[in-house]
């Protein structure tokens, strides 16, 4: 894998209330197994999905070459409704890796919205976070990797379904 153009391109999509700076270490092991990695930053609750998916494309654009997007959290949600998108950079996507991420809506945003605080806490995401996705139903391969391990919101903001990894359960990934 000398060349630099053969080797396969990643985004890295990091979760909501992050920065592109907590995907490092698994930049750094992608990088090792071989593949380009860019780590994409944006304001998670400050701006639009839309917004997002507009950056998202310009940077998919910019090398006009075939993408693997990865996305924690948020940034898989991210990563699977730009594929939906009228952007004619979702066509690269190859495929989306979800880690973690809340494709059916997540309990604690609508949990969040209940106690009226899912506008101070969710911005832009609100809205996709409380409802979800519709089932993908596309040509794009879709994975997810979820956790079983509860440690996270759940402890502050109470109880999820079973399994889950704290703040997002099994179910809401599928």
């Known amino acids: 894998m000398a060349e630099t153009g053969a080797r396969p391109r990643v985004l890295l999509l990091h979760g909501i209330w992050m920065r592109s700076g907590i995907t490092a270490r698994l930049d750094a092991r992608l990088q090792q197994a071989g593949f380009r990695v860019q780590r994409f930053d944006y304001a998670s609750i400050k701006?639009?999905?839309?917004?997002?998916?507009?950056?998202?494309?310009?940077v998919i654009d910019a090398e006009g070459e075939p993408v693997h997007l990865v996305g924690h959290s948020l940034g898989g949600v991210i990563a699977v409704d730009f594929l939906r998108s009228a952007h004619a950079a979702a066509s690269r996507v190859q495929?989306?890796?979800?880690?973690?991420?809340?494709?059916?809506?997540s309990h604690l945003a609508r949990r969040l919205n209940r106690i009226k605080l899912d506008k101070l806490g969710l911005g832009g995401a609100r809205q996709i976070l409380i409802d979800g996705l519709p089932e993908w139903q596309g040509d794009t391969a879709i994975g997810v990797i979820a956790g079983e391990i509860s440690f996270g919101l759940s402890l502050i903001l109470g109880p999820l379904p079973r399994p889950n990894d704290g703040t997002v359960a099994v179910a809401e990934t599928r």
């Open 95 to 105: 495929r989306v890796v979800c880690l973690g991420s809340p494709l059916r809506g």
């Open 47 to 58: 701006s639009p999905v839309s917004e997002h998916h507009a950056r998202l494309a310009r």
